[in-house]
């Protein structure tokens, strides 16, 4: 059973920047994609982000390419989003979200993968 606990989150204006963590417990962590979502008000949860186990590999949903950077420290068990040119639209709840993978360099864009999640970090942008 991996526990996943997001924080970093806050009230920003727009342009400016978050790092949100993501620290991982109960599990193996290097057996784990990892992936970020977000969810805004009234809509269904969607795809931000993913990163493979070894970190190689990444991908992100075309509305955050360039602004955002997804890593992660296996030494720390922690998952990390850093968020740039922060944006309205960007507001949400985000999450991550632990996939067990065999292959090292592979991740899924499909929520449905993922089978553990953490409670969500609120991020709100001002304009």
């Known amino acids: 059973q991996v526990q996943l606990v997001e924080s970093g989150g806050g009230l920003v204006q727009a342009g400016e920047s978050l790092r949100l963590s993501c620290a991982a417990s109960?599990?193996?962590?290097?057996?784990?994609?990892m992936a970020w979502f977000r969810q805004a008000p009234g809509k269904e949860r969607e795809f931000v982000t993913a990163?493979?186990?070894?970190?190689?590999?990444?991908y992100y949903t075309d509305s955050v390419k360039g602004r955002f950077t997804i890593s992660r420290d296996n030494a720390k068990n922690t998952l990390y989003l850093q968020m740039n040119s922060l944006k309205p639209e960007d507001t949400a709840v985000y999450y991550c979200?632990?996939?067990?993978?065999?292959?090292?360099?592979?991740?899924?864009?499909?929520?449905?993968?993922?089978?553990?999640w953490g409670q969500g970090t609120q991020v709100t942008v001002s304009s």
């Open positions: 990163i493979s186990r070894s970190g190689g590999g990444t």
């Open positions: 979200a632990a996939d067990w993978r065999h292959s090292s360099d592979t991740y899924s864009l499909r929520e449905g993968a993922y089978t553990y």
């Open positions: 109960g599990g193996t962590f290097t057996n784990y994609a």
